[in-house]
């Protein structure tokens, strides 16, 4: 193994994206279930940098879930989410010192993440630039898993063979779109108490199962 590609989200660091959604779902009086349709429905365009900024990736939310996106119910809509990513998102306790240990053992590693552009500053809040060699956010890069192409551009970035890299997520899709590149997979379930579609993917409970990979 010469090379790591992690997810972010359930991979690297856990989210409660529950106390947020609650909140927006409470400002805007819907049900959950609208919101997470409007949030679907407009994923694919905010995972690939579509809109401007967080106020864009709001606005197209509020849009689909039925709502008029004025600027003053934006505002604080973001303000919301923008304090939610100052303390609703923590690193799982092993991600770093695993980041760390691959490092010293000259494995080169890259952050992989589908997101929106409130991601970044999480990412910058919780030191991940620095812990990788590589952070590739969709937004930023245009292209989202499972599009072969974001797996091909961490493995350029990194100098790294498809072969000699191992790629590790919690969704059977983006591990399916690595393991098509000849990427290996793992497919990481920290709960440990539901039986994910493995589809040929090797299950781990937590990222410390890579120190023995090859081993």
């Known amino acids: 193994m010469d090379a790591a590609l992690l997810d972010l989200y359930d991979t690297v660091a856990r989210t409660r994206w529950k106390e947020l959604s609650d909140r927006i779902a409470g400002e805007l009086s819907i049900d959950m279930v609208a919101l997470y349709r409007a949030y679907d429905l407009t994923r694919p365009e905010r995972s690939v940098g579509a809109f401007e900024g967080p106020e864009g990736d709001m606005a197209a939310v509020v ?19 923008r304090e939610f990513s100052e303390r609703g998102v923590e690193l799982w306790e092993d991600s770093l010192p695993v980041v760390q240990e691959l490092r010293a053992r000259g494995v080169k590693t890259a952050l992989v ?62 591990c399916d779109g690595a393991a098509a590149l000849g990427i290996e997979t793992f497919l990481i379930d920290r709960s440990g108490d539901s039986t994910p579609d493995e589809n040929g993917h090797r299950v781990i409970r937590d990222l410390r199962a890579l120190l023995t990979v090859g081993a």
């Open 63 to 81: 849009e689909a879930a039925g709502f008029d996106p004025s600027p003053v119910l934006i505002e604080r809509l973001v303000a919301m989410e």
């Open 113 to 174: 993440s589908n997101c929106s552009h409130s991601t970044r500053g999480i990412v910058d809040r919780l030191g991940i630039a620095e812990a990788f060699d590589e952070v590739l956010l969709s937004f930023e890069v245009g292209v989202r898993k499972p599009d072969p192409a974001i797996y091909r551009e961490a493995l350029e970035r990194l100098d790294v063979a498809p072969e000699h890299a191992v790629f590790v997520d919690d969704q059977t899709e983006y």
